[in-house]
């Protein structure tokens, strides 16, 4: 027998900063029965719940599963049925490569009623809090956001379009491939073209590392930086440090 308060609200947890989250995904937590949540979501978050609330962790990590995705579907509705208001707390934004709809879906195909509630994706937030825009005005006209890797571990085929663009380039789950970008990037934008590295976002040990495609890969080997991480390619990725510069001389003449 169905739960007449059966429903799943699918939050973003936003970058990874706990106090990045949306004042709506914060009243979603503060009514739920079971919170389902991710690697990439900040545990401290789970403090807005109810302490009857069940807290199940089922994160996915780069060559770690720790629940199959058709697993977590299934406990979505069991859960739902059997206990009532279901959060899917997801790590940035449900929907920017993070299957949430695929889970929203399978809820509402079993006749679970269905909340969205955005968060703010790291594609765009870690990036800015690094002093990099993706756009600005006379340097670029769009930026892109594309996996690194596919389900069957190949590279993203958009990657050589993305690479022949003069976009700025936003790469989530792109580490591991990371020879293999450089390498495709460096064909169609040279080696001098800007690019950095961000790893643990907007968190209190993130790490950072800037470079050219021709001197990356020995930076990210000697720095260790390594997933979870985005990759960041584009002439914006230079605007930091020319801002730097500036203040510099201006500071030098006055």
């Keep these: 027998m169905k739960n007449s308060e059966a429903r799943l609200s699918l939050v973003g947890a936003g970058p990874g900063d706990s106090e990045l989250i949306t004042l709506k995904a914060v009243k979603a937590l503060e009514t739920a029965d079971v919170i389902l949540y991710d690697a990439l979501a900040n545990e401290a978050l789970l403090a807005y ?10 994160g996915k990590s780069a060559g770690m599963h720790y629940r199959q995705q058709k697993e977590i579907n299934r406990m979505i509705v069991n859960y739902a049925v059997s206990c009532g208001h279901v959060v899917r707390l997801k790590g940035g934004d449900p929907y920017v490569f993070g299957r949430g709809h ?40 769009s930026f892109w956001v594309v996996t690194g890797t596919l389900k069957d571990h190949s590279t993203a085929r958009d990657l050589y379009f993305a690479a022949q663009s003069s976009a700025t380039v936003v790469i989530l789950m792109g580490v591991k491939k990371l020879p293999e970008i450089v390498s495709l990037f460096k064909e169609y934008r040279g080696e001098d073209e800007a690019i950095c590295l961000i790893q643990n976002g907007s968190k209190t040990n993130e790490r950072s590392l800037r470079g050219a495609l021709h001197n990356i890969l020995s930076l990210q080997e000697e720095a260790k930086l390594a997933a979870p991480a ?9 605007e930091k440090l020319l801002a730097e510069i500036q203040q510099k001389e201006l500071a030098w003449v006055t």
Excluded: C, D, W
């Excluded at 985005?230 to 230079?238: A, E, L, N």
């Design 102 to 141: 695929e889970e929203l879906e399978y809820a509402e195909k079993h006749g679970i009623p269905t909340t969205y509630i955005p968060g703010i994706s790291s594609a765009m937030a870690v990036p800015g809090l690094q002093g990099i825009p993706l756009t600005k005005r006379g340097v670029n006209e």
């Design 49 to 58: 719940a109810p302490e009857t609330a069940m807290k199940i962790f089922v």
């Design 230 to 238: 985005i990759i960041v390619i584009g002439q914006v990725v230079r």
